[in-house]
Protein backbone atom coordinates (compact mmCIF):
# COMPACT_ATOMS: atom_id res chain seq x y z
CA UNK A 1 0.00 0.00 0.00
CA UNK A 2 1.48 3.59 -1.00
CA UNK A 3 1.71 6.50 1.07
CA UNK A 4 -0.93 8.22 -0.50
CA UNK A 5 -3.45 5.74 0.00
CA UNK A 6 -2.61 5.98 3.94
CA UNK A 7 -2.76 9.63 3.69
CA UNK A 8 -6.10 9.48 2.30
CA UNK A 9 -7.29 6.33 4.69
CA UNK A 10 -5.97 8.72 7.45
CA UNK A 11 -7.99 11.78 6.25
CA UNK A 12 -11.05 10.02 5.74
CA UNK A 13 -13.80 10.21 8.48
CA UNK A 14 -15.09 6.65 9.77
CA UNK A 15 -18.35 6.38 9.11
CA UNK A 16 -20.72 6.37 12.00
CA UNK A 17 -23.86 4.15 12.09
CA UNK A 18 -27.05 5.36 13.05
CA UNK A 19 -27.93 5.60 16.49
CA UNK A 20 -30.06 3.10 18.32
CA UNK A 21 -32.93 6.24 18.94
CA UNK A 22 -32.51 6.48 15.38
CA UNK A 23 -32.89 3.08 14.32
CA UNK A 24 -36.01 2.34 16.84
CA UNK A 25 -37.57 5.49 14.61
CA UNK A 26 -36.76 3.85 11.49
CA UNK A 27 -37.69 0.65 12.52
CA UNK A 28 -40.72 0.77 14.55
CA UNK A 29 -42.19 4.56 14.54
CA UNK A 30 -45.55 4.10 15.55
CA UNK A 31 -44.10 2.34 19.08
CA UNK A 32 -41.49 4.86 19.47
CA UNK A 33 -43.67 7.77 18.93
CA UNK A 34 -46.32 6.10 21.30
CA UNK A 35 -43.59 6.24 24.43
CA UNK A 36 -41.69 9.27 23.37
CA UNK A 37 -42.26 12.80 22.94
CA UNK A 38 -40.41 13.84 19.70
CA UNK A 39 -40.26 17.87 19.37
CA UNK A 40 -38.61 18.71 15.67
CA UNK A 41 -36.71 21.72 14.51
CA UNK A 42 -38.59 24.56 13.16
CA UNK A 43 -36.20 25.21 11.08
CA UNK A 44 -33.12 23.78 9.59
CA UNK A 45 -31.01 22.83 12.69
CA UNK A 46 -27.46 24.32 13.52
CA UNK A 47 -26.66 21.74 16.34
CA UNK A 48 -23.57 20.18 16.09
CA UNK A 49 -23.67 17.05 13.98
CA UNK A 50 -23.06 13.53 15.69
CA UNK A 51 -19.81 13.43 14.45
CA UNK A 52 -19.04 16.88 16.56
CA UNK A 53 -18.79 18.53 12.99
CA UNK A 54 -20.82 21.55 12.92
CA UNK A 55 -23.14 21.59 9.60
CA UNK A 56 -23.40 24.74 6.86
CA UNK A 57 -25.58 27.27 7.26
CA UNK A 58 -28.89 27.49 5.08
CA UNK A 59 -31.28 29.51 5.19
CA UNK A 60 -35.26 29.01 4.50
CA UNK A 61 -35.19 31.91 2.03
CA UNK A 62 -33.68 29.05 -0.47
CA UNK A 63 -36.07 26.53 -0.11
CA UNK A 64 -39.84 28.07 -0.72
CA UNK A 65 -40.50 29.77 -3.69
CA UNK A 66 -44.01 31.90 -3.56
CA UNK A 67 -45.16 35.12 -1.68
CA UNK A 68 -42.49 35.01 0.89
CA UNK A 69 -43.05 38.85 1.76
CA UNK A 70 -46.39 38.72 2.44
CA UNK A 71 -47.77 38.54 5.63
CA UNK A 72 -50.14 35.33 5.68
CA UNK A 73 -48.83 34.81 2.06
CA UNK A 74 -48.36 30.93 0.92
CA UNK A 75 -44.97 29.51 0.43
CA UNK A 76 -44.30 26.39 -1.14
CA UNK A 77 -41.66 23.73 -1.14
CA UNK A 78 -41.46 22.94 -4.56
CA UNK A 79 -37.94 21.39 -5.55
CA UNK A 80 -37.26 17.71 -4.24
CA UNK A 81 -34.25 17.89 -2.97
CA UNK A 82 -35.26 20.44 0.01
CA UNK A 83 -38.30 18.08 0.55
CA UNK A 84 -35.93 15.53 2.10
CA UNK A 85 -33.86 16.37 5.60
CA UNK A 86 -31.47 14.60 7.62
CA UNK A 87 -32.60 14.30 11.02
CA UNK A 88 -30.86 13.42 14.72
CA UNK A 89 -32.67 12.63 17.80
CA UNK A 90 -30.92 14.24 20.92
CA UNK A 91 -32.19 13.23 24.51
CA UNK A 92 -33.83 16.40 26.28
CA UNK A 93 -34.54 14.45 29.48
CA UNK A 94 -37.25 11.93 30.12
CA UNK A 95 -39.28 10.79 27.68
CA UNK A 96 -38.36 13.97 25.25
CA UNK A 97 -36.22 14.39 22.43
CA UNK A 98 -35.77 16.73 19.89
CA UNK A 99 -35.49 16.14 16.59
CA UNK A 100 -32.63 18.18 14.67
CA UNK A 101 -33.37 18.22 11.33
CA UNK A 102 -30.81 19.84 8.47
CA UNK A 103 -31.38 20.31 4.68
CA UNK A 104 -28.80 18.18 2.75
CA UNK A 105 -27.40 21.18 1.38
CA UNK A 106 -25.52 21.61 4.91
CA UNK A 107 -23.93 18.10 4.84
CA UNK A 108 -21.26 16.27 3.23
CA UNK A 109 -22.43 12.90 2.25
CA UNK A 110 -20.12 11.63 4.88
CA UNK A 111 -21.90 13.40 7.48
CA UNK A 112 -25.54 11.58 6.02
CA UNK A 113 -24.36 8.57 6.79
CA UNK A 114 -25.07 9.50 10.50
CA UNK A 115 -28.71 11.07 10.04
CA UNK A 116 -31.55 9.56 8.95
CA UNK A 117 -33.85 10.53 6.10
CA UNK A 118 -37.22 12.27 6.81
CA UNK A 119 -39.54 14.68 4.62
CA UNK A 120 -39.74 17.58 6.40
CA UNK A 121 -41.82 20.70 6.46
CA UNK A 122 -40.22 23.58 8.02
CA UNK A 123 -42.32 26.75 9.93
CA UNK A 124 -42.53 30.20 8.77
CA UNK A 125 -44.55 32.47 11.21
CA UNK A 126 -47.09 34.42 9.57
CA UNK A 127 -46.87 32.37 6.91
CA UNK A 128 -48.63 29.40 5.18
CA UNK A 129 -46.04 26.77 4.44
CA UNK A 130 -47.09 24.34 1.52
CA UNK A 131 -45.19 20.59 0.23
CA UNK A 132 -46.61 17.75 -1.67
CA UNK A 133 -45.08 14.37 -0.73
CA UNK A 134 -44.09 12.76 -4.07
CA UNK A 135 -44.81 9.11 -4.91
CA UNK A 136 -42.31 6.43 -5.11
CA UNK A 137 -41.63 6.52 -8.66
CA UNK A 138 -41.59 10.32 -9.21
CA UNK A 139 -38.46 10.51 -6.53
CA UNK A 140 -34.84 11.69 -7.84
CA UNK A 141 -32.13 8.69 -8.16
CA UNK A 142 -30.18 10.40 -5.81
CA UNK A 143 -32.74 10.81 -3.25
CA UNK A 144 -33.74 8.83 -0.40
CA UNK A 145 -37.33 8.01 -0.16
CA UNK A 146 -37.88 7.91 3.52
CA UNK A 147 -41.46 6.53 4.59
CA UNK A 148 -41.54 9.44 7.50
CA UNK A 149 -42.55 12.75 7.55
CA UNK A 150 -42.35 15.45 10.03
CA UNK A 151 -43.04 18.81 9.98
CA UNK A 152 -42.06 21.58 13.13
CA UNK A 153 -43.42 21.26 16.60
CA UNK A 154 -46.57 22.57 16.98
CA UNK A 155 -47.08 25.91 19.71
CA UNK A 156 -50.30 27.04 18.52
CA UNK A 157 -49.93 26.68 14.55
CA UNK A 158 -52.65 24.27 12.27
CA UNK A 159 -52.07 21.48 9.83
CA UNK A 160 -53.42 20.79 6.92
CA UNK A 161 -53.34 17.50 4.93
CA UNK A 162 -55.26 16.59 1.37
CA UNK A 163 -55.24 14.95 -1.47
CA UNK A 164 -54.60 11.22 -2.25
CA UNK A 165 -52.99 8.94 -0.01
CA UNK A 166 -50.00 8.16 -2.21
CA UNK A 167 -49.04 11.78 -2.62
CA UNK A 168 -50.56 13.83 0.15
CA UNK A 169 -49.96 17.73 0.38
CA UNK A 170 -49.27 18.97 3.78
CA UNK A 171 -49.80 22.96 4.99
CA UNK A 172 -48.24 24.04 8.40
CA UNK A 173 -49.57 27.73 9.38
CA UNK A 174 -48.94 29.86 12.57
CA UNK A 175 -48.35 33.06 14.36
CA UNK A 176 -45.30 35.07 15.15
CA UNK A 177 -45.30 35.83 18.29
CA UNK A 178 -44.41 39.32 17.87
CA UNK A 179 -47.58 39.56 15.26
CA UNK A 180 -48.71 43.68 14.87
CA UNK A 181 -52.73 42.18 14.74
CA UNK A 182 -53.31 46.04 14.01
CA UNK A 183 -51.44 46.48 11.15
CA UNK A 184 -51.65 42.50 10.11
CA UNK A 185 -55.28 41.86 11.94
CA UNK A 186 -56.73 38.85 12.02
CA UNK A 187 -59.14 37.22 9.04
CA UNK A 188 -61.51 36.27 12.11
CA UNK A 189 -60.68 37.08 15.60
CA UNK A 190 -60.39 32.98 16.05
CA UNK A 191 -57.22 31.75 15.38
CA UNK A 192 -58.11 28.83 14.23
CA UNK A 193 -60.39 30.34 11.97
CA UNK A 194 -57.73 32.42 10.89
CA UNK A 195 -55.73 29.42 8.97
CA UNK A 196 -59.24 27.41 8.01
CA UNK A 197 -59.68 30.99 6.20
CA UNK A 198 -56.70 31.15 4.54
CA UNK A 199 -56.21 27.25 3.94
CA UNK A 200 -59.60 27.77 1.84
CA UNK A 201 -58.06 30.77 -0.33
CA UNK A 202 -55.12 28.82 -0.93
CA UNK A 203 -56.78 25.22 -2.00
CA UNK A 204 -60.18 26.54 -2.92
CA UNK A 205 -63.14 24.24 -4.10
CA UNK A 206 -60.84 21.38 -2.27
CA UNK A 207 -62.40 19.58 1.02
CA UNK A 208 -59.80 19.10 3.44
CA UNK A 209 -59.23 15.36 4.69
CA UNK A 210 -57.12 15.99 7.71
CA UNK A 211 -56.41 19.42 10.57
CA UNK A 212 -54.62 19.67 13.74
CA UNK A 213 -55.13 22.30 15.12
CA UNK A 214 -54.31 24.00 18.97
CA UNK A 215 -58.19 23.32 20.07
CA UNK A 216 -57.17 19.70 20.09
CA UNK A 217 -53.61 19.47 21.45
CA UNK A 218 -53.43 23.03 23.78
CA UNK A 219 -56.84 22.84 24.95
CA UNK A 220 -57.46 23.19 28.64
CA UNK A 221 -58.37 20.26 30.77
CA UNK A 222 -61.86 21.46 31.65
CA UNK A 223 -62.48 21.62 27.41
CA UNK A 224 -60.43 18.60 26.36
CA UNK A 225 -62.23 14.65 26.66
CA UNK A 226 -58.43 13.09 25.71
CA UNK A 227 -56.86 15.31 28.53
CA UNK A 228 -59.93 14.23 31.40
CA UNK A 229 -59.30 10.27 30.12
CA UNK A 230 -55.82 9.96 30.37
CA UNK A 231 -55.92 11.88 34.08
CA UNK A 232 -57.92 9.33 35.33
CA UNK A 233 -56.11 6.44 34.12
CA UNK A 234 -53.03 8.11 35.16
CA UNK A 235 -54.07 8.59 38.86
CA UNK A 236 -55.94 4.81 39.22
CA UNK A 237 -52.51 3.11 37.78
CA UNK A 238 -50.21 5.43 39.60
CA UNK A 239 -47.88 3.09 41.60
CA UNK A 240 -46.29 3.68 44.93
CA UNK A 241 -46.61 7.26 46.80
CA UNK A 242 -47.30 9.54 43.54
CA UNK A 243 -50.29 12.04 43.58
CA UNK A 244 -50.89 12.98 39.46
CA UNK A 245 -51.91 16.52 40.35
CA UNK A 246 -52.56 17.72 36.52
CA UNK A 247 -52.06 17.74 32.74
CA UNK A 248 -50.88 20.52 30.18
CA UNK A 249 -51.40 19.51 26.42
CA UNK A 250 -49.09 20.13 23.32
CA UNK A 251 -48.85 18.68 19.99
CA UNK A 252 -46.78 16.98 17.10
CA UNK A 253 -47.97 15.97 13.69
CA UNK A 254 -45.88 13.10 11.42
CA UNK A 255 -46.95 11.09 9.14
CA UNK A 256 -46.24 7.39 7.80
CA UNK A 257 -46.23 5.20 5.06
CA UNK A 258 -47.12 1.49 4.67
CA UNK A 259 -45.76 -1.02 2.55
CA UNK A 260 -48.73 -0.06 -0.28
CA UNK A 261 -46.88 3.48 -0.44
CA UNK A 262 -50.02 4.99 1.11
CA UNK A 263 -49.57 7.70 4.36
CA UNK A 264 -51.35 8.11 7.71
CA UNK A 265 -50.90 11.01 9.57
CA UNK A 266 -51.01 11.56 13.45
CA UNK A 267 -51.41 14.17 15.93
CA UNK A 268 -48.86 13.10 18.73
CA UNK A 269 -50.98 14.57 22.02
CA UNK A 270 -48.39 14.92 24.38
CA UNK A 271 -48.75 16.50 28.01
CA UNK A 272 -46.72 17.91 30.68
CA UNK A 273 -47.50 15.57 34.16
CA UNK A 274 -47.46 17.41 37.27
CA UNK A 275 -47.03 15.71 39.89
CA UNK A 276 -45.87 14.55 43.54
CA UNK A 277 -44.37 12.21 45.74
CA UNK A 278 -45.34 11.91 49.44
CA UNK A 279 -43.91 9.87 52.50
CA UNK A 280 -45.92 8.90 55.36
CA UNK A 281 -44.71 8.90 58.88
CA UNK A 282 -45.77 7.27 61.48
CA UNK A 283 -45.89 9.74 64.65
CA UNK A 284 -44.72 8.06 68.08
CA UNK A 285 -46.64 10.79 69.96
CA UNK A 286 -49.45 12.67 69.46
CA UNK A 287 -53.21 13.05 68.58
CA UNK A 288 -52.23 12.25 65.29
CA UNK A 289 -50.79 8.68 64.29
CA UNK A 290 -49.10 9.34 61.23
CA UNK A 291 -48.39 12.36 59.19
CA UNK A 292 -48.12 12.76 54.88
CA UNK A 293 -45.00 14.95 53.62
CA UNK A 294 -45.65 15.88 50.07
CA UNK A 295 -42.15 16.74 47.83
CA UNK A 296 -42.42 19.80 45.47
CA UNK A 297 -44.93 19.39 42.33
CA UNK A 298 -42.06 18.63 39.49
CA UNK A 299 -43.19 17.96 35.70
CA UNK A 300 -42.53 15.14 33.48
CA UNK A 301 -43.25 15.66 29.68
CA UNK A 302 -44.66 12.56 27.38
CA UNK A 303 -46.80 11.43 24.91
CA UNK A 304 -50.06 10.92 25.72
CA UNK A 305 -52.06 9.06 22.59
CA UNK A 306 -51.79 8.97 18.88
CA UNK A 307 -54.76 10.43 16.60
CA UNK A 308 -55.14 9.63 13.24
CA UNK A 309 -56.16 13.12 11.45
CA UNK A 310 -55.21 11.82 7.90
CA UNK A 311 -56.56 10.15 5.69
CA UNK A 312 -59.53 9.35 8.83
CA UNK A 313 -59.57 12.77 10.55
CA UNK A 314 -62.76 12.00 11.70
CA UNK A 315 -62.12 8.81 13.58
CA UNK A 316 -61.73 8.63 16.97
CA UNK A 317 -59.37 5.89 17.40
CA UNK A 318 -56.53 6.39 19.78
CA UNK A 319 -53.35 4.64 20.43
CA UNK A 320 -52.89 5.63 24.64
CA UNK A 321 -49.25 5.28 25.67
CA UNK A 322 -49.49 3.39 28.95
CA UNK A 323 -46.26 3.32 30.07
CA UNK A 324 -46.41 4.87 34.17
CA UNK A 325 -45.23 7.87 35.54
CA UNK A 326 -41.75 7.23 36.49
CA UNK A 327 -40.49 9.32 39.31
Not at 75 to 100: C, F, P, Q, R, W
Amino acid sequence: MDICTLIQRKRTRPEMPLSNELKLLRNAPLSFLKKYWVSPSSQYSQFQLPDQSNPAFYSRENVFQGQKRQVDGQVTMSLAEHKIAYANLAHTGGDSYALHCYNGNQLTQAQKQDLLPIWYLPWWEDRVTKMRILKADQMPRDLPNPSIFFTSALTGCSIFVKGPTDSPTVYHAGFDSNRDYTANPKQDPNSIRHWQILFDRYSPNTPVRGEANKGQYLADLQNNPDLQVYLNYLKTSARGNLEIRSLIGEGNVFGLRDATGNWTFYLQEVVTVQYRTFTIRKRMLGLRSSETIYSAVQNQRRPMCLREIFPNGGGNARIWNTEPVRV
